[in-house]
């Protein structure tokens, strides 16, 4: 069993920066693949980031703005985003599994979700 909790969302102004982190419980969390999910109002969960122990992956929409990155010694991982757009408002996951990276099907486990706000 894996319990995730999210941190850092808050409201910034386009072209602003924002860190989110996820703190895991469990002594296994080295072994599974870490993502970021986000679901804006009335759309699907989309996937936005992911690391496993053999690379990263990101959506299109946020390659070269956001860096994933995890630190297994203190159970976290972290999404640092850079050159928000109000697209980018949605509420953000932390999730842990097995699976496909990519795919949110590849999860297990799900934290509550932070909320980012890009506006002016």
């Known amino acids: 069993q894996v319990q995730l909790v999210e941190s850092g969302g808050g409201l910034v102004q386009p072209g602003g920066s924002l860190r989110l982190s996820c703190a895991a419980s469990?002594?296994?969390?080295?072994?599974?693949?870490m993502g970021w999910f986000r679901q804006a109002p009335g759309k699907e969960r989309e996937f936005v980031a992911a690391i496993r122990w053999s690379g990263t992956y990101y959506s299109d929409s946020v390659k070269g703005r956001f860096t994933i990155s995890r630190d297994n010694a203190k159970n976290t991982v972290s999404l640092e985003m850079n050159s928000l757009i109000p697209e980018d408002t949605a509420a953000y996951y932390c999730?842990?599994?097995?699976?496909?990276?990519?795919?949110?099907?590849?999860?297990?486990?799900w934290g509550q979700g932070t909320q980012v706000t890009v506006s002016s």
């Open positions: 469990g002594r296994t969390f080295s072994r599974y693949v």
């Open positions: 999730a842990a599994g097995l699976g496909v990276a990519t795919y949110k099907g590849g999860y297990d486990y």
